[in-house]
């Protein structure tokens, strides 16, 4: 484990002591916490406060029952905590649904870091802790650890998301004796920044793209590129689940309006500051998600059934499809790369949509991931969606060992989930049989 270097000893005695004194960890397991009922929540919603129904934490006590914001399951929610005192937590002595009813201050941060966790969870578990279509290489291992949400500030932010702060509004941790947790900024709380931290745990520590400990140990060693990997898939996380959420709330398009990503960051970006470097990847995403680019000129087919014109499209199908190829990147790529994490998108279109593919290539090549399907011309691995380049004369982009399916173009039998390539005397040219 690669602990050298002053800044990460420093840290790790800080947050140590912080995590002990400051942090109210809830001490009580959750095996005594295995019931849950449902609750009324007010949060801070995408405009406004809402009041929701999800479930909470609830137990029997010899004068009722009582209620916590935590959610005792697998990728369970540890209770929601800060550094204003105690969480708060409600009792009734008929057992009636709870009601988490503050309007205002830490209180509703704390239940809007709940709710929003609550709703990163719902979309993670429906749509990215799953076996994609076209996922060939058996099960993925995807961790079921759960995450406790702390709403803290001041000098306790500063400390627990060292070295990030001031500039961030939250992070990520995860120390060995305590578990992930996603710390989050009072005063400046929003649905979206706890969507982007849980994005951290979901997209990022349950599929183990996380550094020892979760500390941003890339980002104090310099290594930018893995600190944007980590921010990219966060962001792209959080924008498959507020776009659902959009169209879940409104119940129907809106004409794909909104493109918010700008059209200005272009890959590879100099190293230099990790947000900036892992933006031309986001917009990408965000772009074919909304199904266009910000000129509007190149336009996702997210039809239900792309060769029936006569519908409109579909935000539904855009964002389950963006989810499976999300999720396949995640589970196809080691090593925090967000260039490869690019291409393994482009590719899953190119194998499982294929009608789909070309505006989603377009929309990734103007954004510097310009990546060519299994069979193109190449000289270089970077060239290829798969990142594997056979290059000799008349040979071309392959797949990774054992994704490409039958029909497919190959070279080796390696190459074909069926390990069949059948390659005409004198060519290099293949097609993966069965
Ligand atoms: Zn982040």
């Known amino acids: 484990m690669p602990l050298d270097g002053g800044i990460m000893s420093i840290q790790l005695r800080r947050t140590v002591g912080a995590g002990a004194a400051l942090l109210f960890a809830s001490t009580l397991s959750t095996a005594s916490w295995a019931q849950w009922q449902a609750g009324r929540i007010t949060t801070k919603d995408v405009s406004g406060t809402t009041s929701q129904y999800v479930e909470v934490g609830s137990t029997r006590t010899p004068a009722g029952c009582e209620y916590r914001l935590q959610l ?24 009636a649904n709870p009601s988490f009813d503050f309007t205002s201050g830490r209180e509703l941060e704390e239940q809007t870091a709940y709710y929003w966790s609550f709703v990163a969870r719902s979309y993670a578990i429906a749509n990215l802790w799953i076996t994609p279509p076209g996922w060939p290489l058996g099960p993925i291992a995807v961790s079921k650890t759960g995450v406790q949400p702390n709403v803290i500030g001041g000098g306790n932010f500063a400390t627990a998301c060292f070295p990030i702060a001031p500039n961030a509004d939250g992070c990520m941790r995860v120390w060995p004796h305590e578990g992930p947790k996603i710390h989050l900024e009072a005063g400046v709380l929003t649905p979206e920044l706890v969507v982007h931290e849980y994005g951290h745990y979901a997209a990022g520590f349950a599929y183990g793209h996380m550094d020892a400990f979760g500390f941003s140990l890339p980002a104090a060693t310099g290594d930018c590129m893995k600190l944007a990997f980590q921010e990219a898939i966060a962001d792209m996380f959080k924008f498959l689940v507020m776009h659902d959420r959009r169209y879940a709330a409104y119940a129907g398009s809106d004409g794909f309006g909104p493109v918010a990503a700008s059209h200005s960051a272009r890959g590879p970006i100099a190293c230099g500051d990790a947000y900036v470097t892992a933006l031309p990847v986001q917009q990408a ?35 389950r499809k963006m989810a499976n190829a999300f999720t396949y990147a995640l589970a196809l790529n080691r090593g925090h790369r967000i260039d490869q994490l690019a291409g393994s998108l482009v590719e899953w279109f190119d194998v499982n949509e294929p009608r789909r593919a070309d505006a989603i290539r377009k929309i990734f090549g103007a954004h510097g991931y310009l990546v060519q399907p299994y069979g193109a011309a190449c000289t270089a691995h970077p060239q ?16 990774q060992d054992g994704m490409c399916p039958a029909g ?10 069926t390990g069949t390539c059948k390659v005409a005397a004198g060519s290099l040219r293949g097609v993966c049989t069965n």
């Open 72 to 95: 005792p399951l697998a990728w369970g929610i540890n209770e929601v905590s800060g550094d204003r005192g105690p969480p708060r937590r409600l009792s009734s002595a008929s057992c």
């Open 285 to 319: 995403f965000q772009q074919a998600l909304w199904g266009t680019d910000y000129s509007r000129k190149i336009v996702v087919n997210w039809r239900a059934n792309p060769l029936d014109t006569t519908k409109p499209n579909d935000p539904h199908i855009a964002n």
């Open 384 to 399: 290829c969606a798969s990142f594997r380049c056979d290059n000799r004369p008349g040979a071309g982009c392959v797949a």
């Open 408 to 417: 497919g173009f190959c070279t080796t039998h390696q190459q074909c989930r």
